[in-house]
């Protein structure tokens, strides 16, 4: 009966058994997602701010020149839409890391882990599931900035879809390596705030390079270098049937090499570890 046992747990899992996990995966973080409709609206309410409250202000002060991918004068309003849908994706991807750091405090990471399945399946399964949650926010912002004069081409909905799903799977790779070697929640915070501002600012999502350069040469160099412009300009040029093959790259080497650190990276018992180095 044992060696029976041992045969079967030594057997070869077939793709049913890989489905089902991520199946499982997606289920519990969209009903994490549902049941939290607070999260919903607040990501929303970021880029609509920034989109409708502040694009109003900046409209007379910044003219936007006829650039790539676009083909005429554009308002500014135009202009940040595609990098307000990275705010997006940015912030889902830092709060799917809380969560995470949170899951491996609390148990339930750990539990995962259990399954016979390989460690970096089930990250990526996490980060694919957070990845598609995020789109839906992604579209319903798109839909309400259509009322603002945002009006991308009716094909450009769907040729952004393959963009906005790599970013956020950077985006969420990054955070999961950053949450692979945060000891405990407490800390993850001012962390997140030290990455995703700087990473916000510090690209053209609210204003062009050449903008950028004209201000301060080693602010639009560091603003070259930075992931998170490669994404807002890979989105910006899928969203008007463009492509930007640099940004694809950038973006696909990003998230392949924050993926391959977060998974080799990640350790359920950190949190265990240094809960565990206090004082007897």
Same mark, same amino acid.
């Given at each position: 009966m044992n060696n029976r046992m041992n045969i079967e747990a030594k057997?070869?899992?077939?793709?049913a058994a890989y489905f089902s996990c991520f199946y499982g995966i997606l289920s519990r973080e969209f009903l994490r997602f549902v049941s939290q409709r607070s999260r919903f609206f607040s990501a929303l309410i970021?880029?609509?701010?920034?989109?409708?409250?502040?694009?109003?202000?900046?409209?007379a002060a910044l003219g936007i020149a006829i650039i790539e991918p676009y083909e005429t004068y554009i308002t500014y309003e135009v202009y940040i839409a595609p990098g307000l849908c990275c705010m997006i994706l940015l912030f889902n991807g830092m709060q799917s890391s809380l969560s995470m750091?949170?899951?491996?405090?609390?148990?339930?990471m750990r539990v995962l882990l259990m399954s016979p399945l390989p460690r970096g399946f089930l990250l990526i399964c996490k980060l694919a599931a957070t990845a598609l949650i995020s789109l839906a926010q992604v579209y319903t912002f798109l839909?309400?900035?259509?009322?603002?004069?945002?009006?991308?081409?009716l094909l450009g909905y769907l040729a952004v879809l393959p963009a906005l799903i790599l970013v956020a799977l950077m985006l969420g &790779? !990054?955070? +999961?390596? $950053? =949450?692979?070697?945060?000891?405990?929640?407490?800390?993850f915070a001012g962390v997140m705030n030290f990455v995703i501002f700087p990473m916000f600012f510090l690209s053209s999502a609210l204003y062009p390079l050449w903008k950028m350069r004209e201000a301060s040469e080693w602010l639009y160099w560091l603003c070259s270098i930075n992931p998170f412009t490669?994404?807002?300009?890979?989105?910006?040029? &899928? !969203?008007? +049937?463009? $492509? =930007?093959?640099?940004?694809?790259?950038?973006?696909?080497?990003?998230?392949?090499?924050?993926?391959v650190l977060a998974i080799k990276g990640f350790n359920p018992q950190r949190g265990m570890k240094a809960k565990g180095k206090g004082p007897a």
């Open positions: 057997a070869p899992l077939n793709n970021r880029p609509l701010l920034w989109l409708v409250v502040f694009a109003a202000g900046f409209r750091v949170y899951d491996r405090e609390m148990g339930s839909v309400i900035a259509l009322f603002v004069g945002v009006d991308p081409p &790779a !990054l955070g +999961l390596f $950053m =949450s692979s070697w945060i000891k405990q929640l407490e800390n490669h994404a807002t300009e890979l989105v910006r040029h &899928a !969203l008007y +049937l463009k $492509m =930007s093959w640099e940004a694809f790259a950038m973006v696909a080497g990003t998230t392949l090499v924050f993926s």
